[in-house]
């Protein structure tokens, strides 16, 4: 006779012996024993969850079993990828999201009230600013940034109706490090949540949760997803911050359908592989680039003249495959040029993926703002983002090299 197809995996089979972050991203979160004794985690292409009888419903309501009832409040698949995330983070639960905008604004919702006040570091991700200033403050949520890295002028900020510090670290892209530690210390003192968007560093190179911030927030989109295929987001904390985020994703609906939710699992199994090797290309694409003549500058944790590289070197595994270059004397045509004439890296936003991209964020992403709101956002029209995919490092070095020839 044939085994019945298990419906649910069994969640004490679900510990890894080890903290590698290699064997986390393989193993963390899945079932020893799956259903049909399959290695993968199945895709449950299911939008509702049935039950055998009505003592079946009643048993699950009163007793909170673990299992799925409707596909708005999550699905297996989803909740291995969860499970998997908050083991990377070090962290006691994780919610999953449709994006990494749909965790920002769900997490905020579920926890901030009309009268609170949020402050935050100002290179942060421009649309969760976005959501903050144009969208909490219809609902009376006040909204302050300071400076980023000012700590004096975020703790000034407080005030008692403060709720939330949020930063990015790094941010993006002028790839400033935030004294995690030090930012969580602030809100543990005044009694204010802190939030690190962590999309840039992953679990791989950072674990925010360990210097104390109440939450961590990842665009899984860039590299936890890491193929440029799929958008996600996450959010990982302490399973009771996360009760009233995961009731109102159940609400509001920003969750993963059970094939993006497999992707990503899927992706996260290299996570630390392609890690070390975005890492290793950062650095080298870095190095190059500060030495070469039509650079004015480059921005890049790992560089000893960044102004951050002391605190990155304490509390960083690695930098990542942001690399930010300013031209030298060019305009933002001059600059373009450069952009156009690399072969390898494709234009366009977004990072994290095995390939490299690169753009000029003042086009990409500033275009529709005045010179002088540009200045205020330190983007200046000769800056170039370059995100390094897993290529070979000697390529993408003779590819931009060659460029920067070409267009001079
Ligand atoms: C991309 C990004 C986001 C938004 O994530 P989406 O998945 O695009 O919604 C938030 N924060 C940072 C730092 C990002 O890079």
């Known amino acids: 006779m044939v085994e019945p197809i298990q419906t649910m995996p069994d969640p004490s089979t679900k510990k890894v012996p080890a903290s590698g972050p290699s064997t986390l991203s393989v193993h963390a979160g899945e079932a020893r024993v799956k259903p049909g004794f399959s290695i993968t985690d199945p895709i449950f292409a299911s939008s509702t969850y049935t039950f055998p009888d009505t003592q079946a419903i009643v048993d699950f309501l009163e007793q909170g079993q673990s299992r799925e009832e409707y596909g708005r409040y999550g699905n297996p698949g989803e909740r291995v990828v969860e499970d998997k995330l908050a083991a990377l983070d070090a962290g006691e639960a994780s919610v999953l999201f449709s994006s990494g905008m749909a965790a ?64 990015e670290s790094p941010t993006n892209p002028q790839l400033s490090v935030v004294d995690i530690e030090r930012f969580a210390e602030i809100g543990r003192r005044n009694g204010v949540l802190t939030l690190i968007d962590a999309t840039l560093s992953t679990p791989y190179n950072v ?32 399973a009771e911050l996360l009760e009233p985020v995961r009731n109102l994703r159940g609400i509001m609906g920003g969750v993963n359908a059970p094939h993006n939710a497999y992707l990503l699992e899927r992706g996260l199994k290299t996570l630390a592989l392609r890690m070390e090797r975005h890492n290793a290309n950062g650095q080298a694409v870095a190095e190059f680039l500060a030495g070469h003549p039509r650079v004015q500058r480059v921005l890049y944790p790992g560089l000893p003249d960044h102004p951050f590289h002391a605190i990155a070197k304490q509390t960083m595994r690695g930098y990542g495959g942001l690399v930010t270059f300013f031209l030298r004397d060019a305009d933002w045509r001059q600059t373009a040029a450069v952009i156009d004439a690399v072969k390898i890296p494709r234009i366009g936003p977004s990072l994290g993926g095995v390939e490299s991209l690169i753009e000029q964020p003042m086009v990409m992403s500033y275009w529709n703002y005045s010179p002088e709101e540009r200045a205020g956002f330190r983007i200046p029209d000769n800056m170039v983002r370059m995100a390094c995919g897993i ?15 070409v267009a001079e």
């Open 104 to 167: 920002f604004v769900g997490l905020l919702m579920a926890h901030v009230d009309a009268g609170d006040d949020i402050v935050f570091f100002d290179e942060c991700y421009h649309r969760s600013r976005e959501f903050c200033r144009r969208h909490l403050t219809r609902f009376g949520v006040g909204f302050r940034e300071v400076r980023t890295c000012d700590y004096d002028a975020m703790e000034a900020a407080i005030t008692p109706r403060t709720k939330f510090l949020i930063s």
């Open 391 to 405: 290529e070979d490092a000697e390529d993408l070095i003779a590819d931009l090299a060659a460029a920067l020839d």
């Open 207 to 238: 674990k925010p949760l360990e210097a104390g911030v109440d939450f961590v927030l990842h665009s899984a989109t860039k590299y936890l997803g890491g193929h440029n295929d799929l958008l996600a987001g996450a959010v990982t904390g302490s």
